[in-house]
C-alpha cells in the first residue's frame, strides 16, 4: 500500500503531497533519505530502505533535473509494489507540465494524481494477467526446443551434412571448421566410436592427414621430432657454462667475556633500571594542525589545463566515434536540449576510470558516477558547453558535498565543554593492525598539549607484547600520565579505570589506545564493542591507512557493521571519524579518502603525513579533489 507520494524542490519547498492516503508516517524517513541519500550523492540507487522501531518502509525517488524538483513515493517494505516507478514518471511528466516557480500550492493536482494512479495499477494488472495466459504457450515451445536440442545431442549432430561433407575431397578449410563446431563432441570431420578409432579421413583445420589412414597421427613422425628435440636441449645445455659451487660461510665463534656495548637495552621502564634517565620534553615546534595549507596559484592553473586537456580527451571519445566532427561541434554551439544517458555514459565511463586510478574502490566510483548520470539526466545543455566539462564540473560539486561532514566536529570546543561539566574527554583509536594507532595517538596528545589541555593516555590495547611500552615511551617523551594495567586484562575495564583516574587527578582528556584487530575477527571486535558500550566515549576515531584501495570499503563497513551487532545497546555507537595515516607515501593516489567517507558517512579528522609528533594536519577537500580529478 503507498504511504505516501511527495513533490518538493532541491531547496526543501514542499509543492504537493497526496493528501487521500491520510498516512501518518513513523520516524521520518524522508528526512533520513535526503540526509543519508540524496545529500550524500548515493541518488543513483534504485531504492533505500528506512528502518526504524515499529516502521520499515522503502523508498523510491526520480528527479526532475531541469526544474530543480524531487518526486518520492513511500510505501511498506513488506508489499512489493510494481506500479511506483511507473506511477512516478507519469506524476513527473504530468506535473511539469503545470509547474509554474511562483505557485507554491497545487490542489487542483489531487484529481489527476487519483486518475494516475488508478491508469498505472490497471496497467500492472494487465500485465499479470498477460503473464498468467502466456506461461503455459511459452512452456510449451520451451519443451519443444528442449526435445529438439536433445535430440540434436544424441545424433551428434546434422547427420545429412557430415556424410556428404565427410567425402573423399575433404580438403575445404572453411568447410571442415564448420563441420567441427556443429558436432558438438570435439571430433573433426567425421564420427569416432567409444574407443577413440576415426571412421572417416581425419582433417584438421582445414588439411587432410593423407600421411595414416587408421591414425589421429603418424607415429614416426613423432619419434624423429623427439629425437630432433632431445639433440637439441643436449646442445644447449652443454653450451651453459659451469657454476662454481659457493663457498661454505663459516660462522665466527662469539668471544663471550668481551663486555657488552650496551650496559641496559630496555629504555621504557626507568624505575626498574637507573633512577637517573633525564627524558628531556619533546618539543618539534608547532602542529601542523594549526597550520592553514595554502593552494599556489601556479598548481591551481596547471590543474586547470590539465583539466580542460582532459576534457579535450574525454569529450573526443564520445563525439568522433557516433556523431562526428561537425556534430558534436554544433551540438557544443548550439546547445542540446536534454542531456540523455547515452549522451553521459562515456564521459562517466572516462571519469570512473580516472578515479580507480587515484585508489578510489571500484564500487564507489560506479555509485558516484550513477548519481551524477542522475543529478545530469534531463538537463539541457548550454550553448558552447562540452559534456565532459559538465560531467566533471557535476562530479567536483559531488566530490565537495561527500567529504565536507555533515556535522561540525571540533575537538577542541568539546573539550572545553566537557571540562565545564567536570568530566574528561575521552577518545578511543580503533583499527586493524599495523595502521599506526599508538603513533598517530601521541600526535594527537601533543596537538593537545600545545593547547594547552591536560591528556593522559590509556593503554587498552593488552593483546599485543610490546604495546604497553611503546605507549609508555610516548608519554615520557611528552612527560604526560598513563594508566596502565599490563597485558592479559580486559580493555573495557581498564579503559573504565583510567577514566575514573583522570576525573581525579584533573586530565580534561584520555586518549584510549586499543589493539589492532582485523575486521573479521569476531572475538577482539566483541571485546572493542564491550569497551565502547561500557564507557561511552565521545568520540570514536578510525585509524586507516591511505594506502588501501577496496580494502577500505570493507574494513569501514564491517567495523561499523560487528559494532552494531555486538552491542546489547538499541541505539548502538559507530565510528564518528576517521584519522587517516602514512599520507605522505601516496602522491595523488588519494582515493582511500574518499572511499573511507563516502562508505561510513563519517568525515576525515586527521592526517598523518609523516614520523614526528608535528606531522597531523587537517584534510585538505580541494587539493584532494584537484588530485582527484587532474
Known amino acids: 500500500m503507498l504511504e505516501q507520494l511527495l513533490i518538493f524542490t532541491r531547496g526543501g519547498l514542499i509543492l504537493w503531497t497526496c493528501n487521500e492516503l491520510g498516512n501518518a508516517l513513523k520516524g521520518s524517513p524522508i528526512d533520513t533519505l535526503i540526509r543519508s541519500c540524496l545529500l550524500e550523492e548515493r541518488s543513483g540507487a534504485a531504492s533505500y530502505n528506512y528502518d526504524a522501531p515499529g516502521a520499515a518502509y522503502t523508498l523510491k525517488w526520480t528527479f526532475h533535473n531541469e526544474l530543480n524538483l524531487v518526486f518520492v513515493a513511500v510505501y511498506q517494505k513488506i508489499f512489493h509494489l510494481l506500479y511506483v516507478d511507473d506511477l512516478l514518471a507519469m506524476v513527473k511528466r504530468e506535473f511539469s507540465e503545470i509547474y509554474d516557480s511562483k505557485k507554491m500550492v497545487y490542489n487542483d493536482f489531487d484529481e489527476k494524481f487519483r486518475q494516475l494512479r488508478k491508469e498505472a495499477e490497471a496497467r500492472v494488472e494487465d500485465m499479470k494477467k498477460s503473464n498468467q495466459v502466456a506461461k503455459p504457450v511459452s512452456n510449451n515451445n520451451l519443451s519443444k526446443k528442449q526435445g529438439k536440442v536433445q535430440k540434436i545431442g544424441l545424433t551428434g549432430g546434422d547427420n545429412k551434412k557430415s556424410s556428404s561433407d565427410s567425402g573423399s575431397d575433404g580438403g575445404d578449410g572453411e568447410k571442415s571448421k564448420g563441420r567441427k563446431s556443429e558436432n558438438g563432441n570435439g571430433l573433426a570431420n567425421g564420427n569416432r566410436d567409444g574407443y577413440g578409432k576415426s571412421t572417416a579421413k581425419g582433417s584438421t583445420n582445414g588439411k587432410e592427414n593423407e600421411s595414416s589412414n587408421n591414425g589421429a597421427f603418424d607415429v614416426n613422425k613423432l619419434q624423429k621430432l623427439r629425437a630432433q628435440g632431445s639433440k637439441k636441449t643436449n646442445a644447449v645445455v652443454n653450451k651453459v657454462p659451469k657454476v662454481e659451487p659457493k663457498k661454505k660461510i663459516t660462522k665466527k665463534n662469539r668471544v663471550w667475556d668481551e663486555a657488552p656495548v650496551e650496559s641496559k637495552l630496555d629504555f621504557t621502564d626507568p624505575v626498574n633500571g637507573d633512577e637517573n634517565i633525564v627524558v628531556v ?79 578510489v574502490a571500484e564500487e564507489i566510483a560506479e555509485k558516484l558516477c550513477e548519481s551524477v548520470a542522475a543529478s545530469l539526466e534531463g538537463k539541457k545543455l548550454g550553448s558552447f558547453t562540452r559534456i565532459s566539462s559538465t560531467v566533471q564540473a557535476a562530479m567536483e560539486e559531488a566530490l565537495v558535498r561527500i567529504l565536507t561532514p555533515r556535522r561540525s566536529i571540533d575537538i577542541l570546543r568539546d573539550v572545553h565543554a566537557a571540562k565545564e561539566q567536570s568530566k574528561p574527554y575521552v577518545v578511543v583509536f580503533v583499527g586493524v593492525n599495523g595502521v599506526g594507532k599508538s603513533t598517530n595517538l601521541a600526535k594527537v596528545a601533543y596537538w593537545l598539549q600545545q593547547h594547552n589541555i591536560n591528556v593522559m593516555m590509556a593503554a587498552c590495547d593488552t593483546f599485543r607484547s610490546g604495546a604497553v611500552e611503546q605507549l609508555r615511551t610516548h608519554a615520557r617523551r611528552l612527560q604526560i600520565p598513563i594508566f596502565e594495567k599490563g597485558y592479559e586484562k580486559d580493555p573495557a575495564i581498564v579503559a573504565k579505570e583510567a577514566i575514573q583516574e583522570a576525573s581525579r587527578n584533573g586530565s580534561d582528556v584520555v586518549l584510549v589506545d586499543t589493539a589492532g584487530r582485523m575486521q573479521d575477527n569476531e572475538p577482539l571486535m566483541r571485546a ?86 608535528t606531522d597531523l594536519k587537517k584534510l585538505n577537500v580541494k587539493s584532494i579533489i584537484k588530485a582527484l580529478l587532474k
Open 528 to 613: 572493542l564493542s564491550k569497551l565502547v558500550y561500557v564507557n561511552s566515549p565521545d568520540l570514536v576515531l578510525f585509524v586507516g591507512e591511505a594506502l588501501v584501495g577496496n580494502d577500505a570499503v570493507d574494513q569501514l563497513s564491517k567495523f561499523n557493521q560487528k559494532l552494531a551487532d555486538l552491542s546489547p545497546s538499541p541505539n548502538p555507537r559507530l565510528i564518528d571519524g576517521i584519522l587517516l595515516t602514512k599520507f605522505d607515501t601516496i602522491d595523488d593516489k588519494v582515493g582511500a579518502a574518499l572511499s573511507m567517507v563516502y562508505i561510513s558517512g563519517s568525515p576525515v579528522m586527521f592526517v598523518g603525513c609523516g614520523q614526528s609528533y
Open 281 to 359: 620534553a619533546a618539543n618539534e615546534g608547532e602542529s601542523m594542525m594549526d597550520k592553514e595549507e595554502i593552494l599556489s596559484s601556479d598548481s591551481d592553473s596547471d590543474d586547470s589545463e590539465d583539466e580542460d586537456n582532459e576534457d579535450g580527451k574525454m569529450d573526443k571519445k564520445p563525439d568522433t566515434k557516433k556523431k562526428g566532427w561537425f556534430s558534436s561541434m554544433f551540438q557544443s554551439i548550439a546547445g542540446k536540449a536534454n542531456l540523455e544517458k547515452a549522451d553521459l555514459e562515456p564521459a562517466l565511463k572516462a571519469l570512473k576510470d580516472k578515479l580507480m586510478t587515484k585508489n
